[in-house]
């Protein structure tokens, strides 16, 4: 129950910090960067790189600041890991 409740704490400190600041992470599947997510002024945005396969470069849904929420879902929808990480801006 801690490590649930550290878990939780520790994704909303990241949240509001990101929300704050601008923010880069790329988006990568196996060893291939495919796009970045972009937070500037509290604005989310997707940018995809060309060759970025279709089932990510059409996703058209929310994007609002959970990070591992929206990797979660990438990864459904490519039927494969996708892995987003945080770059220094």
């Given at each position: 129950?801690?490590?649930l409740a550290n878990h939780l704490a520790s994704r909303a400190a990241r949240?509001?910090?990101a929300s704050q600041e601008p923010a880069l992470w790329s988006i990568s599947t196996g060893h291939l960067v495919v796009g970045t997510l972009i937070?500037?002024?509290?604005?989310?945005?997707l940018a995809w790189f060309a060759g970025a396969?279709?089932?990510l470069?059409?996703?058209?849904?929310p994007v609002d600041g959970?990070?591992?929420a929206l990797g979660e879902l990438l990864?459904?929808?490519l039927g494969a890991p996708v892995?987003?990480?945080s770059l220094s801006v």
């Open positions: 129950m801690l490590a949240l509001l910090a937070c500037e002024a509290g604005r989310w945005r396969d279709p089932r470069a059409n996703y058209a849904g959970d990070v591992e990864s459904a929808r892995e987003l990480h």
